[in-house]
């Protein structure tokens, strides 16, 4: 082998070992497993309190969200963000039973919950990529997740206004929005997603059946969940979001 050749050879090996790192882990965060998928464990998922554990990267990306926001005198809160399998379980369960032992039918419970909570396993917090906020520095009412309160007068206006201009520059999109054609769960103008890392969390989890894992899990309530039942759910409280984050 000439020198030029070899040169020519040992440059195109360096090129390939410093790109094929990159291409790895490009690789790797498409690849998801079930546990990170519906709640059950994931590694990239940081924090030490229930309002601040998430995805690392989303984390990175509200920090700077927030810094920016508070050059306006919006302090951002964090009311609720990574939500675990377990922790779902315990709300949809405890809902259940509660609607159940009033006289309503299984069936009956089910579409109840539906209407404000999710399933465990179809939970979009799950992932650590979804974030539930207020203003700090605003009056705080009773019950903080009201559409109302950031509308018209209320308490979080500036903070949605601040929203709507600049939120997305920081990869989070507003996932249940106020469109009237739009199905499943209410409008949520506190709730956002950081798109970067959900979109590609959201392309796996289609691939999923998730009415067997749900079973398999022995989730209370989920025999009921017939192949229309979840069908109908899944296009309307899973899919039926903003088009930014599909």
């Not at 609720?80 to 369960?93: A, C, G, H, V």
């Not at 089910?110 to 979009?124: D, H």
């Not at 996932?175 to 950081?194: C, I, M, Q």
């Amino acid at each position: 082998m000439d020198r030029s050749t070899f040169l020519k050879t040992s440059l195109l090996s360096a090129l390939g070992m410093s790109v094929l790192p990159q291409l790895s882990f490009t690789a790797l965060q498409e690849t998801y497993s079930l546990d990170q998928l519906i709640g059950k464990g994931n590694p990239d998922i940081e924090g030490d309190s229930y309002t601040t554990r998430m995805h690392r990267e989303t984390w990175k990306a509200f920090q700077k969200m927030k810094a920016e926001a508070a050059r306006e005198g919006i302090d951002i809160e964090l009311v609720s963000s990574y939500r675990s399998f377990q922790r779902q379980k315990e709300i949809f369960e405890g809902k259940y039973r509660k609607f159940t032992s009033q006289g309503l039918t299984p069936i009956a419970a089910i579409e109840k919950i539906v209407q404000y909570s999710t399933i465990p396993g179809t939970s979009r917090h799950h992932w650590g990529t979804d974030i539930d906020i207020i203003d700090r520095n605003a009056p705080r009412p009773d019950s903080v997740l009201r559409p109302q309160h950031f509308h018209g007068e209320g308490p979080f206006c500036k903070l949605k206004e601040w929203l709507v201009k600049h939120s997305e520059n920081f990869g989070f999109y507003e996932v249940y929005t106020d469109d009237p054609d739009r199905k499943g769960f209410k409008y949520e103008p506190w709730h956002f997603s950081y798109a970067p890392i959900s979109i590609p969390m959201l392309k796996a989890y289609r691939k999923l059946d998730i009415k067997a894992i749900l079973q398999q899990e022995k989730l209370m309530g989920s025999v009921y969940f017939t192949d229309e039942f979840m069908s109908k759910y899944i296009s309307e409280n899973i899919l039926d979001i903003n088009p930014k984050l599909l």
